[in-house]
């Protein structure tokens, strides 16, 4: 584990670091103890897994675009809860790749005479700059978030942007002229150059990434994180398994290639789904299938219906019955946790074992409390995996089963 300290000299202003300033042993310490604070009431809390390299290990790269007050172009983060943009020309955390092309689109915005977008004026073209590399094939994707679709100096910036740098694979225009703090809007991205994604090998497998598509930031510990959700499953090949909040299917994917004998993906987000089909497709998984749907209202449609089951066997359904009885659930919520409405539609499924994947102690903490308070599991297992370092954030992975183990 690396010892050493270079302390970021944006540290006081950005705030995207939050423990910069401790050596990584005691920042590993520190979040040890935070996450002992919220979840040792339920199990004993394992040693973090800390990462061998805790710098540029961010490989997905976002930047606001805007002017300094000389008027020259700049990009970076807005400041913590403002909107004070922080000019940053190199970050700790992120891929210097990304670094060296964002490098690159800011002196062209300027050679080319871009005009950068103004929150306030809602006018000007560029507005934030999303950057995806993959480790494993090189490829990079580059999708310019602009105030609006039209693009006169679109031959000249895409031409000397790949004489510069050859190996972006992919680039892509998203228009967004919301007054919003999303990055990428709802509407299509426009392909300006390459294709219209990247691919990345994890655990052997190929995954495809869309510019909208979510997947891991840190690739590294990625694996680290999976193989620890993968172990605690204990799958035998007879395993039916649900991928809740899959994104493009990564988790789901790994376990209907080491162990499950039928997986079945829910995600909302229809540009993950399309890459999660098309992922089990280039990796020859025929025992994998995904649907675009609400984690919630689907478990709680599929709980019912094996309501129905037990009551009726010849009750009309609403889907397959073949998964209505999974033995072992993967959920990986974003940040705010799961609902309530989730959580008792999978108690009312019982699984043999859930595998909560999170990326937050607070959420996670609350979700446990429910599933506790409401059924017959327990937790067996509770792992940190450090995939953000620098920051306050740690990923956890908790293992309950049923107490009755049937």
Do not use: W
């Not at 809602?122 to 700059?129: A, I, K, M, N, Y």
């Not at 037990?310 to 946790?337: I, M, T």
């Not at 920051?391 to 956890?396: A, D, G, I, L, S």
């Amino acid at each position: 584990m690396s010892s050493d300290k270079n302390i970021c000299p944006l540290f006081s202003r950005c705030g995207g670091c939050q423990m910069e300033s401790l050596t990584y042993g005691k920042e590993i310490f520190e979040k040890q103890k935070y996450m002992e604070s919220y979840l040792d009431k339920f199990q004993v809390v394992a040693p973090i897994i800390a990462m061998k390299d805790p710098y540029y290990y961010r490989t997905k790269v976002q930047a606001v675009f805007g002017t300094d007050r000389r008027g020259e172009v700049v990009s970076g983060i807005y400041r913590r809860g403002t909107h004070m943009l922080i000019p940053v020309r190199s970050c700790m955390l992120e891929d210097q790749k990304c670094d060296d092309i964002l490098a690159t689109i800011r002196k062209l915005v300027s050679s080319i005479g871009i005009m950068v977008y103004d929150e306030d004026a809602q006018t000007g073209f560029l507005r934030h700059v999303l950057i995806k590399r993959s480790l494993t094939t090189g490829q990079i994707m580059v999708v310019l978030v602009a105030g609006s679709a039209r693009f006169p100096q679109k031959k000249e910036f895409v031409g000397n942007l790949i004489a510069i740098h050859p190996e972006i694979t992919s680039i892509m225009l998203n228009k967004n002229a919301d007054k919003t703090s999303m990055v990428l809007s709802e509407e299509p991205e426009v392909l300006l150059y390459g294709q219209s994604y990247i691919e990345d090998e994890m655990l052997g497998l190929k995954f495809r990434i869309s510019a909208k598509s979510f997947y891991q930031v840190n690739p590294v510990q990625a694996e680290v994180l999976y193989k620890v959700a993968i172990r605690m499953a204990c799958l035998t090949g007879k395993e039916k398994v649900i991928d809740a909040y899959c994104g493009t299917g990564t988790i789901g994917l790994i376990a209907a290639k080491h162990g499950a004998s039928q997986v079945l993906g829910i995600e909302s987000n229809p540009d993950a789904i399309e890459d999660a089909i098309t992922n089990a497709k280039e990796n020859s998984i025929d025992n994998a299938a995904f649907v675009c749907d609400d984690a919630g209202v689907r478990l709680k449609a599929m709980s019912r219906d094996l309501n129905l089951i037990h009551s009726d066997p010849n009750a009309k359904l609403s889907f397959s019955p073949e998964l209505f009885h999974p033995d072992v659930v993967f959920l990986d919520p974003p940040r705010s946790g799961s609902t309530e409405q989730f959580l008792s539609a999978l108690i009312r499924l019982e699984p043999q074992r859930i595998v909560y994947i999170s990326c937050s102690v607070e959420t996670l903490e609350r979700d446990l409390c429910y599933i506790l308070d409401h059924s017959d599991y327990h937790v067996d297992g509770i792992q940190g995996v450090d995939m953000f370092p620098h920051t306050e954030h740690v990923e956890t992975v908790v293992l309950m089963s049923r107490v009755d183990g049937k």
